[in-house]
């Protein structure tokens, strides 16, 4: 459809014309009719076939000119109507810049729609449209302020529940460290509870042990203490028997005492009898020449009991001889005053009758046979100073040379004769 009441703008002949009467050519541009008749016309009245265009030059033919078909729509009348629209589709949902453009748009279209009754009436309905749907929406706005503040509120006590939940949070974490700490501490303590029973176990075991061992030991204790208890009493018995021993000693000493005394009081006696008789029968020793003495000047036999030695000395002999003048060195020699009383070369007296003082100051019957027999060799022998060793208080010999056994054998091959050839003079 052509649009009709529309006009467009010739550049040739520089004159407005009905859209109607302009054609279009290929090159784009469009020429109104009677410039188009002037263009391919010669001046002798012929048409041209072709012509230069007068807007872009190029070549252009009259065959190809054609109408133009083109709607021209008044642009005012655009813009309100599209203002119109725009409200109309204006919602809640709209964006702010759309509604914040739209005063703008609404103040130009009323610009534009002036003096056009029928658009400024269209404006207006749409304007009023566009309120009615705008309050609902402040409403729901409103009440969205207050559905906001609630959820402020909300937000702030939530906030705040967050943070004690937090304070809280921080708590049980704190506790829950403190809570696995402990557990493994617990562990820990199992683990060391685990050890300890082995150690007590073990304990046990040594303490057992330790136990019998203890047993052992107060076993043998005990022993001990019986085998003390029974020495003790041995001891005990010892020591009566040591205290009973100590009086018998003492009695004994006495008795020696008592003995010496006699003794003491016999060899008073005695020497009183010998120096009686070495007055008297002086003479009488000299007619025993055939014994070898030993020397007129060695001293007699001592009488002390205090001489132990074999051969008393010489210093001692000297001394006695001084004292008791010249002696024989005849062992053994039956002394004056003894109870034997016998003279050498009488007959031996009967079996037990012979009683002899010892050292120990006992009396004793020595046996006649074998005891005078022996008095009867050692008074004939002139013994040898190294066989007769031992001799008695009174100078005695105490040992016989022969030795003899019980029954008063001789236990070794014996020489009964003197080794010497002793020569009597009578
Ligand atoms: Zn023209
Ligand atoms: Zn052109």
Known sequence: MVATGS?????????NHD?????SFNCGHCFCLPCIELMFTNENGSRKAHYDCPGCRAR???????????????????????????????????????????????????????????LMIQLYQAIL??????????????????ELAALK?????????VST???????????????????????????????????AESAKDEVMTAREKVDVHVKRASDLEKDK???????????NAANRNKVKMKALKDQIKTINERLEAKEREVQEAQEASQRHDYSDFNEYDGYELQSSQHPAPSFSRNAHTVNPSHHHRQQHNENTGPSFAFEAMPQPGFEFGGSWGQPLPARGTITKVGVDGKSRIVKAGVTAMKNMVTSTTLAPANVLKKKNANGNALGFPISLDRKGKPIAPVQMGPKHTIRVKY
């Open 7 to 15: 006009l467009a703008y010739c550049i040739i002949c520089m004159a």
């Open 19 to 23: 859209l109607d009467e302009f054609r």
């Open 60 to 118: 252009i033919q009259r065959k190809d000119e054609h109408r133009i078909y083109i709607e021209i729509v008044d642009q005012k009348k655009a813009f309100v109507e599209c203002v119109v629209e725009g409200l109309d589709k204006m919602d809640a949902d709209s964006k702010l810049i759309s509604v914040k453009k739209a005063e703008g748009k609404i103040k130009t279209a009323r610009d534009k729609a002036e003096g056009d009754q029928e």
């Open 129 to 146: 449209s566009f309120k009615e749907r705008i309050i609902p929406v402040f409403t729901e706005i409103e009440s969205h302020h207050a």
């Open 153 to 161: 509120l909300s937000l702030a006590q939530s906030q705040a529940h």
């Open 165 to 199: 939940l937090e304070k809280q949070a921080k708590r049980v974490s704190v506790l829950e460290r403190e809570a696995s700490r402990l557990r493994a501490e617990l562990r820990e303590m199992d683990n060391q509870r685990e050890m300890a029973l082995g150690l």
């Open 229 to 239: 208890k029974r020495m003790a009493d041995q001891l005990e018995v010892h020591m």
